[in-house]
């Protein structure tokens, strides 16, 4: 059984930086296909089009890598307010003692 890790973001620039950590740092492969996913995972792709019947929203599909003993999912919340419901939702899907860790990188926004 593999250790699982979430990963909350604020955006998409966010998660192209986490995963560029992510492969410089570990042994981890991007997963491109479905089928190569971890079956805990799949729950967390969408499965129904259009997304919230939007036919312009982006379907909120999180970046996942994986190797033989871990996996870990990097998600774009949609901004800083929204990254508790992201996490809230995928804790309906997958239950937190699934995953061996859970985590959120916030970017340094700045009024000034």
Known sequence: MRKLCYLVVEGPHDVEFSCRIIKSKTNLTRIRMVDELDEVLRSLVPDKFPHGGDLLKRVPVPVFFQS?????????????????????????????????????????????
């Open 68 to 112: 033989e003993t871990s996996a870990v999912a990097v998600h774009a919340a949609g901004g800083d307010s929204k990254i508790a419901n992201c996490i809230a939702g995928t804790l309906d899907i997958i239950t937190a003692d699934q995953f061996s860790a859970i985590g959120v990188v916030l970017d340094s926004d700045s009024d000034k």
